[in-house]
């Protein structure tokens, strides 16, 4: 049951250039996302979906507007609070995994927390494993695992703070649709498991009906799509 406004953007624009080379990669962006919502962003390449996604997740400061995460407008943060605060309440997962190759499964996924000083929670460390299917595998180095092994673990190091929001940009789009159908399971998963809030960009409509809402994005202007998501 969702119970709060999570995320809430207020006008959000991003441009870059300036004079004849200036573009808008996105333009007054008003959205609202509550706890526990999987809402994907579904939009074409140039569209502005990577943009939008890395200004809510703390990446990428927006030219002008807002974008408040519980409430908190995390842009008038200064730099190094808004470094704590994304590596606290932010969790992301790229298209192509971006693990560490020197270190195994078990100490990418604990990486979050060792960068923030924090111990690690060994028994819901466990409990990832075993939900992302991983258990047997958390002494492998990135390159001993299959592609889809390797976003699982991109997964679980995302989820290893118990973030407010997690952040998926195309985390299928590097991999076979068998592997990719096996990502979106683990990410509504972890969505119903722990009430996670996901937002989710991709160019594919089909998997953006496999979330709750579908939101589409052309040109840097962000509208609500009339398609339902089907769980």
């Known amino acids: 049951m969702r119970d709060m406004e999570i995320v809430r953007t207020e006008h959000l624009c991003k441009k870059y250039g300036t004079g004849a080379n200036e573009v808008t990669a996105v333009r007054d962006a008003c959205i ?28 990428d400061r927006p030219t002008s507007g807002r974008v ?11 730099n ?10 932010v969790g992301l997962i790229y298209q192509f995994y971006n693990l560490i ?6 100490e990418n996924m604990a990486l979050p927390c060792e960068l923030d000083g924090r111990r690690v929670d060994t028994e819901y ?3 990832l494993a075993a939900v992302l299917g991983l ?4 002494k492998h180095l990135p390159n001993e695992l299959s592609g889809g092994q390797q976003q699982r673990v991109a997964i679980g190091r995302a989820l290893i703070t118990r973030p407010a929001i997690l952040l998926a940009d195309e985390p299928t789009g590097n991999l076979d649709t068998r592997a ?5 399971e683990l990410l509504k998963e972890s969505n119903r498991r722990y009430r996670q809030t996901i937002i989710m960009i991709t160019h594919n409509l089909e998997l953006a009906k496999q979330a709750d809402r579908i939101l ?9 799509s009339r398609e339902a998501g089907i769980r």
Do not use: W
């Open 68 to 78: 408040f995460i519980e409430d908190q407008d995390i842009y008038r943060l200064k």
């Open 125 to 127: 460390m466990k409990e």
């Open 216 to 224: 589409t994005i052309e040109d840097g202007c962000v509208s609500e």
């Open 101 to 106: 190759p020197v270190l195994n499964v078990e």
């Open 32 to 59: 609202s996302v509550e706890q526990g919502e999987f809402a994907a962003v579904v939009g074409s390449s140039g569209s502005g979906k990577s943009t939008l996604l890395h200004m809510l997740g703390g990446v």
């Open 80 to 89: 190094d609070q808004l470094a704590v605060f994304r590596r606290r309440q």
């Open 180 to 184: 990719g159908e096996q990502i979106m």
């Open 135 to 138: 258990s047997g595998h958390m």
